[in-house]
């Protein structure tokens, strides 16, 4: 009769392999000679020809030895450990359906891979997809230009933050405004705000009638300008609000109303907002526009945007300009992405804390004509803010008594406000948008706009708020020195 002598560690240490083939072939049945009984002893399991000697006890936590003879031939097999109790990997089936804003910010749309565990949603840095068949995908994905787990996983997080069912993700801010006019065809009509960011204006005006679309710019703070711009071609009533950069604010349950009276669909562009401080969709907008270049990347270190809605004709037809027009968000930029929503609330709530601060300063200061915030007293849309923003946001603009020569020595002069365009990122900026921002609008509609030539932005960060008045202080003084008054 062979014999086969198991090592105790073989036996003993789990996780460990074995230490010897882990099959024999023998002539005869074999007698199994376990050595030394291990501390912690294995079960052992024998078909009927085979023979054991030593002890048994109870098996290792997590580890098995089961010996299987048959005719000569003995298996040794390491089953796996025990099963854990199971847990599914991905977090966002696990969330509870009431999990709250900063919850649902880390973990929907991500969980653990469930490939390794790795608890960070991966950087699917790949083009392509293998496929088992002609057409038949592992998972969905075949070509990443349509879709991209990285990218998945962000759409589903904007989605839950917005509380949409779906979102959509975009190479720019701009283009998810791109995929939203593709929708459009000649003769159909756009009822827009009259103070959009720059960018968005140009496009309407320079890319968009050329293809036979018409747009009505209009003060969409007041709804009845609205209701009065709306045709039977009007497809979309498209605003921004709090708007760039005069922080005009359009009731949006209104607006709302309005647009589906006449069969339109209502997008809001929340990048001022972001969905910690409002939600539009809540409110009955139909579609949610964001810059995902500003406060949901959060970092200034990307360039991206996103579409969110509800109504699933609206995501398949704006999936299709997604897919067929190819403004898709790379995977690396939605993995930054992912990253800056997991913080979005605290970062917003030390921006408009900040912000509350630098407006106050500024509004107390003798050189300093006007300023917009739509947290103080004087905002004039204060009632709305309050009704459907939790904060007043991280912007706040204003204009000096020395006009825009003051305009330009004071964002010269800061020292912790970076001179720059966008916002939204944790570092302050100033900028002058009729001369960066907001060049591209012509300036007499800017002006009737209530745009000021001297008109100074600030995207006020997450420094400490004592360092950021004393710099809007100082550059003060300096701006004031230009214009010939001491200040
Ligand atoms: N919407 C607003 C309010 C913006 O401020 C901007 C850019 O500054 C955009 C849209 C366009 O976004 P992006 O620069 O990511 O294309």
Redesign the pocket.
């Known amino acids: 009769m062979g014999r086969l002598v198991l090592s105790c560690r073989s036996l003993a240490q789990p996780g460990v392999p074995l230490d010897e083939p882990s099959e024999w072939r023998f002539p005869e049945p074999v007698l199994f000679t376990l050595p030394k009984a291990p501390q912690t002893a294995p079960s052992a399991e024998f078909l009927p020809e085979g023979r054991l000697t030593g002890p048994l006890g109870p098996g290792a936590a997590g580890y098995n030895v089961r010996l299987h003879l048959h005719r000569g031939l003995a298996h040794i097999r390491q089953p796996a450990r025990p099963p854990a109790p199971s847990r599914p990997m991905s977090h966002s089936h696990r969330l509870p359906k009431d999990a709250r804003f900063e919850t649902r910010a880390i973990h929907a749309g991500q969980g653990a891979d469930p490939n390794n565990g790795a608890v960070m949603t991966p950087v699917y840095l790949t083009s392509t997809y293998a496929q088992k068949a002609p057409a038949v995908t592992m998972e969905g994905y075949e070509y990443s230009r349509t879709s991209n787990p990285t990218r998945t996983a962000l759409e589903e997080n904007l989605a839950s933050l917005e509380t949409g069912n779906w979102g959509l993700c975009f190479a ?6 791109n995929a939203l006019m593709d929708r459009l065809v000649p003769g159909d009509h756009v009822v827009a705000g009259n103070d ?5 204006y140009r496009m309407f005006t320079k890319v968009f009638e050329r293809y036979g679309i018409e747009f009505s710019f209009v003060d969409t703070t007041d709804p009845t300008k609205i209701a009065e711009a709306m045709k039977k071609e009007t497809k979309y009533v498209y605003i ?1 609000t709090p ?2 950069p005069l922080l005009n604010l359009t009731d949006i349950a209104k607006a709302a109303e309005i647009a589906h009276a006449g069969d339109a669909q209502l997008v809001v ?1 929340n ?2 907002a972001t969905p910690y401080l409002q939600r539009p969709l809540e409110l009955g907008a139909d579609i949610v ?6 406060y949901l990347g959060g970092h200034s270190d990307l ?3 996103a579409l969110i809605g509800r109504d699933e004709k609206t995501r398949e037809e704006l999936a299709f300009y997604q897919n067929a027009v190819g403004g898709c968000l790379a995977p690396l930029d939605a993995f930054l992405v992912l990253r800056g929503t997991k913080t979005l609330g605290v970062r917003m709530d030390r921006h408009c804390a900040n912000a509350k601060a630098v407006a106050e300063a500024l509004a107390e200061h003798e050189f300093v004509d006007r300023v917009i915030y739509p947290g103080l007293p004087d905002h004039p849309q204060l009632m709305v803010a309050q009704a459907q923003m939790s904060q007043p946001g991280g912007m706040v603009s204003f204009e000096l008594k020395g006009g825009v020569d003051a305009a330009n020595a004071f964002a010269s002069t800061t020292q912790i406000f970076t001179l720059a ?3 939204g990122g944790v570092e302050s900026l100033v900028e002058v948008p009729p001369s960066m ?1 907001h060049a591209s609008i012509p300036a007499e509609i800017r002006r009737a706009a209530g745009l000021a030539d001297g008109l100074v932005r600030l995207s006020v960060g997450i420094e400490h708020s004592d360092d950021l008045v004393a710099d809007v202080h100082q550059a003060l003084s300096q701006a004031a020195k230009v214009a010939g008054v001491t200040a």
């Open positions: 720019s801010g701009l283009a998810s405004t959009l960011y720059g960018g968005t921004e708007s760039n562009d990048t001022f526009l964001h810059s995902l270049s500003k360039i991206g945007g365009e966008s916002l921002t």
